[in-house]
């Protein structure tokens, strides 16, 4: 079974499969992989750490 290595590649491979479910007839499932693609999208930014603000110390 091949598992994707980041999380890059499982965007690209849900990307791919919403574009093969649209364009095949499938609107349900395209649909469900928006949904996933946002769900993904949402948890990437939730684990990532937002950058430390700008200091304004600065001259």
């Given at each position: 079974m091949?598992?994707?290595?980041n999380d890059d590649q499982l965007?690209?491979?849900l990307?791919?499969?919403?574009?093969?479910a649209a364009a095949n007839g499938m609107?349900?499932?395209?649909?469900?992989?928006?949904d996933a693609l946002v769900?993904?999208?949402?948890?990437r930014r939730?684990?990532?750490p937002a950058p430390a603000p700008a200091?304004?110390?600065r001259p």
């Open positions: 091949y598992l994707p290595e965007f690209d491979i990307s791919q499969l919403r574009v093969y609107p349900a499932l395209a649909e469900r992989l928006d769900v993904l999208t949402a948890e939730r684990l990532v200091s304004r110390d």
